[in-house]
């Protein structure tokens, strides 16, 4: 009989052995349940699912199916924000998942108003487990958000789906098929939805606030563009050993490090 690991391995799996562990700590030592972890693995289920949680900068977070997974390249637009974000201050995660991009950049502030917004009633669930005492709210971007926040909020985290309609189909099977379309889909050109955003951010942000968003690299100008027709000034951040880059939009003119 195949073990674990060579189950995984044969079906693809690059990490088989780390895989194989962690099914085996969510099957908790019952042999019927890691047989059908390993045979949802072995069919393209994403890991994350299958055990419950996605690690992101060092932290287990709750997920549920279909919630889209956050990536390791999205760190960088948590930590970048994290040195921004200062005690007393708001901060805002639109299209929020599982909110580990918020609990990320504000784990430590004190004195930091974080909440949170998803369309997804599912994720909207999952950020509520993870972000605790944080508001969390279900509706489309800023309609779901009180009015006490207009022109208070000093960050807004808008990692928002940008991959083009078109190479959708060129994604990773356990990406394209299990995750929901809307946190993946950001329109012909990838970027409908940070126009949605951007175009109604000035509203909501305080007079020296900050919009950050993450896009690929083939988008970085466009996604300048963006921001500076909402009236945002924008510059790139890059992290050059993992070859990732972000987007700042800053509401002053003068550019913050």
Known sequence: MLTVIERLRAAGCVFAEDEAALLA???AGDGAALDTLVERRVR?????YLVGWASFAGVRFSIADGVFIPRHRTELLAVTAREMIHSGQTVLDL???TGAVGATAVRGKEDVRLVAADIDPVAVACARHNLHAAEVYEGDLFDALPHDLLGRVDVILANVPYVPTGEIAFLPEEFRVHERRAALD????????LRRVAVRAPRWLTGEGRLLTEA???QLDAAHEVLRDAGLTPRTVTDA???TSIVVGSMSRTIYP
């Open 186 to 193: 950001g329109g012909d050109d990838g970027l409908d939805v």
């Open 241 to 243: 050993e993992t070859e």
């Open 95 to 97: 299209c929020c998942g």
């Open 216 to 218: 690929g690299d083939a």
């Open 44 to 48: 393209g289920h994403p890991v994350e």
């Open 25 to 27: 700590e969510a099957a």
